[in-house]
């Protein structure tokens, strides 16, 4: 019998069954004040003692009494009788009520002359100024910030009552690995947990990590009382959708009840809550972008709403570089990245696969579609919520094109300069058109080993005649790539994997094809694409296929044979106005640094004779070269 979903409930209403459901634990911990960073005050905070104690000096000077020094002028200073010399932070003794600085005196002999009255208190912290024993210093709820710890050790307070929830985490499934194990075929290692016991202790909460569990509802069962026992929450990973080894929704049932199973939300939808011993019991599905997504917008919630300190949200307008489709019905969340061009932050999607973690390690915010939605146009303005510091955006150069593992290598040589590269994987065309509409920095292209005119006219065939400068990061080694070194000979004998008709290496296959008269239909999977080279080279390491275009460097990082065919050159556009902004002046030398070409040398497949040269194409397609600086030569 096929299983199904009980019933598709609203993100909203899921929800409000879940922080309406379970009252808060009456749980507190005792943090020392030095570890107390972001965790919510739960118990108010009062002063030890006074700050300062003491009447003490805001100056170096002399302590005087304000009496004595009545009628003080230029032309009739006064000699002090009765004085202490003090400095900044001494105390003031009992007798006197107010300090003069040092700058203000003369000394005739051993006294002191000052030539200015000086008023009561005048350069005196009286005690108690800062804060008065027993005063409140943090009320119930605040979350602490790095600058209060320091408040509160002067104030004497060495630890505080913070708000806190134990929370168990139990990963299941039989293709699970623990971490630092090499998972052989059909196994993944499990990481899932170790995210979410990372992102809920930043609430304050107490994370209790489970053994793996086999998918046995037996064995889950056994965990899940213990863990329920333990905890005031309990998370299981995995299990939750509607598989013939998902067996977390049988055993909630079993030991409790089953509050729902399926949200109309994407990515997660097999979501579920049971209540056991009047304990939340979440289940989170297996795939890692939907885990990381329902983590944020289901169990931060609850704890929230326990008064944990929510996770910090940063929402940012930005025009979005590519359309984002959605479902009706359904709210879904979108991985972006998000990067400022002039005036205007740029945000483009990411894949949206559940499984598809890489997603959420490049971008750097999310966009969440409601379910009255069915997506948002190209161009169109919109809110998201960044994941990341808001100040990097402005440290960001966006790429769209080719990614090749020698812009991923440049990327972490600007990275020590404090400069962010985000490449997404577009295609020639594509990342044309996104430097046409300026939703990109540069494009990064890969072109076909022509003579310069013809790249000139390639170019400008998508491009307004504008000015246009080209920087040569490396020649690129083109070839077959194979378990077997398959050569072009044996094309159609094998299954083959093609990258996309907009780019370079397609560009010299079909050429090829050409030459010899081979026609593509006789190609078993010419019209089976992918994204680009790399993809091409994973598909034949994992036996989707026997043979496809790629570079040596890839196929090598691969361990796969390669058979040389052409090169390509590798380049990064970009408008000629572009050349003052701070993050193409910090690019340009890494570039051209003697460091570069040995990273590429070490890596292989790349020729590095011209890299770091940079042209200018006009708008008449002239070409000019120019200097590092980018000044003509």
Request: charged content about 20%; proline content about 7%; hydrophobic content about 40%.
């Amino acid at each position: 019998m096929v299983k199904r979903y009980l019933k598709l409930i609203s993100l909203e209403e899921a929800r409000h069954l879940l922080t309406t459901s379970f009252p808060p634990p009456a749980m507190t911990e005792k943090v020392p004040v030095t570890q107390s960073l972001g965790r919510v005050v739960a118990v108010p905070v009062y002063a030890k003692y006074s700050v300062p104690e003491v009447n003490i000096s805001a100056m170096d000077g002399i302590a005087v009494r304000s009496r004595d020094t009545i009628g003080a002028t230029d032309r009739k200073p006064v000699t002090l009788e009765h004085l202490s010399r003090v400095n900044t932070g001494n105390i003031v003794p009992p007798e006197f009520d107010a300090v003069v600085m040092i700058e203000d005196t003369w000394e005739v002999g051993d006294r002191f002359q000052i030539r200015k009255s000086a008023a009561p208190w005048q350069h005196v912290r009286p005690a108690g100024e800062d804060i008065r024993e027993g005063r409140l210093v943090l009320p119930r709820g605040h979350e602490i910030r790095a600058f209060d710890i320091g408040a509160l050790a002067t104030y004497g307070v060495t630890s505080i009552d913070a708000r806190a929830a134990d929370v168990g985490i139990i990963p299941t499934g039989t293709e699970l690995v623990p971490l630092g194990v090499r998972p052989g075929p059909g196994q993944v290692v499990e990481s899932n947990t170790i995210m979410a016991q990372v992102f809920l202790s930043a609430m304050g909460s107490r994370c209790t990590r489970y053994p793996i569990v086999p998918d046995d509802p037996d064995l889950i069962a056994e965990s899940l009382e213990r863990a329920v026992r333990e905890n005031d929450m309990v998370i299981i990973s995995a299990g939750s959708s509607a598989g013939t080894r998902d067996f977390t929704e049988g055993v909630i049932r079993s030991l409790g009840e089953l509050i729902f199973h399926g949200v109309a939300v994407k990515p997660g939808k097999p979501v579920m809550l049971g209540k056991i011993d009047n304990k939340p019991v979440l289940g989170l599905p297996g795939f890692p972008l939907a885990a990381q997504s329902m983590l944020r917008e289901f169990a931060a919630p609850l704890l929230e709403s326990w008064g944990l300190a929510p996770p910090h949200r940063h929402t940012v307008k930005v025009r979005l570089a590519q359309a984002v489709t959605s479902d009706l019905g359904f709210d879904e969340f979108v991985p972006v990245f998000v990067g400022r061009i002039r005036e205007t932050c740029w945000g483009t999607p990411h894949a949206r696969g559940a499984g598809v973690q890489m997603a959420t390690v490049k971008a750097n915010a999310y966009v969440h579609v409601p379910p009255l939605a069915e997506g948002f146009e190209a161009g169109e303005e919109i809110d998201v919520f960044l994941t990341t510091d808001p100040g990097s955006i402005d440290r960001t150069l966006i790429l769209s094109g080719t990614l090749d593992p020698a812009l991923e290598e440049l990327a972490n040589l600007v990275h020590d300069r404090g400069l962010f590269i985000h490449a997404s994987t577009t295609g020639n065309i594509g990342a044309l058109m996104a430097l046409k509409r300026r939703s990109c920095h540069a494009a990064s292209l890969s072109l076909p080993a022509l003579p310069v005119m013809s790249e000139c006219r390639f170019l400008m065939q998508h491009l307004p005649a504008t000015g246009l400068v080209l920087i040569h990061i490396a020649d690129v080694e083109q070839g077959i790539v194979s378990q077997d070194g398959i050569t072009i000979e044996d094309l159609p004998k094998v299954r083959w994997i093609n990258t996309r008709k907009d780019t370079s290496m397609r560009m010299v296959f079909d050429s090829l094809l050409s030459e010899r008269g081979i026609e593509p239909a006789t190609i078993n999977g010419y019209h089976h694409e992918v994204s680009g080279p790399q993809a091409v080279a994973a598909a034949v390491r994992n036996g989707f296929a026997d043979a496809g275009m790629s570079s040596s460097g890839i196929a090598r990082a691969c361990g796969l044979r390669f058979v040389p065919v052409a090169h390509e050159h590798l380049e990064l556009a970009f408008h000629h106005d572009m050349l003052t902004d701070p993050r193409i002046a910090t690019l340009l030398p890494r570039v051209n640094s003697p460091e570069f070409r040995h990273i590429l040398g070490k890596i292989g497949g790349y020729g590095t004779g011209e890299t770091g040269k940079i042209r200018l194409l006009g708008a008449d397609r002239t070409i000019i070269d120019l200097r590092p600086d980018g000044i003509a030569q």
